[in-house]
């Protein structure tokens, strides 16, 4: 097929496309205002005709969900999948057409706000810092980590929580920590309610209603930082500062600065950023998790000698590794306003950590030897099953709005040959210790090293120091790794999994 | 007087200079030859025709020894300063001129070495760490401090050592233990004998006399360095590392580098320093010494925002500073070697310190407020009786053979108008706290207070942001510091004092 014809076919698989979209929509509304006659009562009866929601909150907002979340809702209340007295026996009537019209239709609808709840700025506070930081000691993510930094939602599992009423959104939350309602797609939703008591769930809710339209939720910034002075600790018992006691003034406004590239890398450090990944990406807990090399012990342990350049790395220019590697990005100078922010950063982070010590959160947790040699067909299961619903099953992550929440983990936009992700044993104890978010060590270690050499097969971009071959590049810098996929991604297409060049290139025109 | 009748002039001078030395010589040679007759026995007899020593090292080689340092030990046996059963009755019968010429024709003898005697290595490092690292923490600087890199002396009161006999070394160092000989200039030679035993004594002299003709003692570097594990210690009582466990390989070598920048700033980063002033001058002890701001406490407290640039400054951006103002010269990029090596230095000497909590001894000693106003006329008594020995009348520093050995305190060698030195406050509590070298606090508070503003308020090289005016450069970069004579040099000229324009000019022609 030429060019120009190939563009007329594209143009018009792209009018169907709209076409039945149109119609679809047009179908949900009449069901969702009207119902279907002698089957189903109108939906706009408690969520109202756009979706808006009703009974002051009783009945949540399902205007501007994400449409796949929608079907999969009504699916599930259909098919048994998840039970409601009101829910389930109006779903029986709706045929998947009748569904995916619903589901486009609302997603279409603005998402609209019921009126802020009447709470403390004690508790709105409490909630915030839940929402924003999570509790990841404890295995619970931040809000924002799955559900975006907008919380508007992912396709297709992952509902938009703005301006969703605090009755519906606690009592869903209660929900799933009683077991009442399934724990959602791997178990995600269950284990994170469970590890929040009732106060913490009103908490959460109630900060999440409070939340206006366009309003992103931001790391809460006390008037007064709390008072903290820096202690000498144990290496192995280490705790760095809490977020509310960074200080005020020119020396704390540049930690915030460094915090801000480590969570958004792209729209912070735009002029380096060559993807759309971010530090926090491969460093859980913006910097701070202990079980995905934290920056508070990579700041006591440099400067220190690296053989992938054969220098001694002040901190700074280790961080340009990062840049220029996992980013596939620019190097900032070693004196940009990035490069200090981001140090100074993670300075404030190790706050009373003894210089030189290792401690021993360093680095990546290491797996033991795997059984099997690692296996990248075994490993496309185990991704598919529990890797899928985040990163996305052609692995070019996943987000919602122009906005990247669950980050590629090959294609264009992911990290490049040389960066330390792709060596299966440091991505297999990543993953060991930390994937899924909230259900780190779920996975078997041959599943972890089965799905790091997966991951590790798929195309990616070239290293920046590729020279001549691959033999020779792989010989120069990567000659001592096991289970070596450095620049061998050619092979991992044959494999025919998710994620061929064909996708890749399909996602990214 | 016109510039060619002043040339003349000068040439006329010179001349006449060189042919009084080479008549002063000749005279010297024969009365250390023939001795003067009927009166003083030659000193060949015991110390050869050239100088050489004799009896095995029992008599003192005297060639190549400073000619100021001969005329002041031949006076001192005449005049009773020293006494010697051989000596005093010869020094009896020597005029002045006698003397001069003695000591002209003596310094221009090439130094001779005695057969190196026989001693254990494991001995010859003992000595060695001595004289090339002192033990500052007992006040005792190293024998290079005031010897010079080379042992070879400064004018006019510090002999040179190399190649000086064992016998002697020891007989010296033990007289100046027992007092049986006067404790020297400043009384610093008996303070620092009366810190060593007899064994370090032999030690020291048995190294020195080991050196042969042109080598410089160097700081012992075992072959296998002691094994050294950094553990978290307390700021309080922190003890860097020692010497002998710097690591080999890369990451060795460049903290070695950081330290020979370092130790001598002019020399290893020559295309930075401005001046003939090294870090080692500020911060003595290699940068360990706990009473002038310790490298290790500055690498724990940055990145610190500061006033002086109102930025958050890194550490290296603070290393920048100190080659910009103290060292007056060029600031060397961020991930240049020099830096990265200086770092790397600090952060090993660092090793067990823990990071953002002030040790006390960060920065240099605060004093009390001065009882009375810092003067520089009462400061130049004092500097002339404690500190131009070493610093020189004019305040040049001293040196020998064109070595620098004691830094310029002012003049264009020093520090520029920007330097933190240059605040009176900053000098008083340095120069309070450990000059004279090894003997820290014997100056009262308000001598340190009068001695910091009289250097202060000699001439010294101009802020390079200097602009406009000093009154506006004040306002902008000088404005808070008490006792400020931040571009008031023309002041202290008034003063009459040693050290004016005019013998900065000669000197430095």
């Known amino acids: 097929m030429k060019l120009p014809s190939l563009m007329l076919a594209a143009a018009a698989i792209g009018l169907i496309a709209m076409q039945f979209n149109a119609w679809a929509a047009d179908t949900g509304e009449s069901i969702v205002g009207q119902g279907v006659p002698g089957k189903v009562t109108p939906c706009a009866t408690c969520h109202g005709v756009r979706g808006e929601g009703g009974g002051d909150g009783v009945f949540p907002r399902v205007a501007g969900l994400p449409a796949a979340y929608i079907e999969t809702q009504l699916k599930a209340f259909r098919d048994g999948g998840r039970s ?11 045929s998947d057409a009748d569904i995916s019209a619903i589901a486009t239709y609302l997603e279409r609808q603005q998402p609209m706000f019921f009126a802020p709840p009447k709470a403390e700025p004690v508790q709105l ?18 809000c924002t980590s799955c559900h975006g930094a907008a919380l508007q939602g992912v396709e297709p599992a992952i509902p938009s929580l703005a301006g969703q009423s605090w009755q519906y959104l606690s009592a869903q939350l209660e929900a799933y920590r009683s077991g009442q309602r399934a724990p959602g797609p791997l178990q995600l939703m269950g284990r994170i309610a469970r590890g929040l008591n009732s106060q913490e769930i009103q908490d959460v809710s109630v900060y999440i209603a409070s939340l206006r339209p366009g309003a992103r939720p931001e790391i809460p910034r006390p008037a007064t930082p709390e008072p903290y002075r820096a202690k000498p600790q144990s290496p192995d018992t280490f705790v760095p500062p809490p977020e509310s006691a960074i200080p005020a003034g020119p020396y704390g406004e540049l930690i915030r600065f460094g915090q801000s590239i480590f969570e958004d890398t792209p729209k912070h450090a735009a002029h380096y950023a060559g993807n759309t990944l971010s530090c926090r990406n491969c460093h859980l807990d913006r910097g701070r998790d202990p079980k995905s090399s934290p920056m508070w012990a990579a700041y006591v342990h440099y400067p220190e000698y690296r053989k992938k350049d054969g220098l001694v790395n002040t901190l700074q ?20 306003r990035e490069l200090t922010a981001l140090v100074t950063y993670f300075y404030w982070m190790a706050s009373g950590l003894p210089v030189g010590v290792t401690p021993k959160a360093a680095g990546y947790p290491k797996l033991n030897a795997p059984q099997a040699i690692p296996s990248p067909e ?28 669950f980050p590629p983990l090959w294609g264009p936009q992911s990290f490049n040959w040389g960066a330390g992700m792709h060596q299966v044993d440091r991505a297999a104890g990543f993953i060991k210790a930390s994937m899924p978010y909230g259900a780190g060590g779920t996975l078997t270690d041959q599943e972890a090293w089965d799905v790091a050499a997966y991951v590790n097969s798929r195309p990616r971009p070239q290293d920046p120091r590729f020279s001549e071959s691959v033999e020779k590049t792989r010989a120069l810098y990567h000659s001592d790794h096991e289970y070596d996929y450095y620049g061998r991604e050619i092979d991992g ?13 399909k996602s990214n025109k």
């Open 84 to 94: 409601s007295p009101l829910m389930s026996p109006m779903a029986v009537g709706l």
């Open 317 to 336: 220019m280790r961080i340009q590794g990062c840049f220029r590697y996992s980013q596939n990005g620019t190097v900032p100078d070693a004196d940009s």
């Open 493 to 505: 297409l044959l494999l025919g999994a998710p994620g061929t060049l064909e996708q890749w290139e």
């Open 378 to 405: 075994r490993g496309a299961r185990v991704y598919a099953s529990s890797c899928a619903l985040c990163h996305g099953d052609n692995g070019l992550g996943r987000g919602r709005g122009g906005e990247q929440v």
């Open 125 to 142: 506070e409490r909630g915030q810092n839940l929402v924003t930081l999570g509790r990841w000691a404890q295995g619970i993510p931040s």
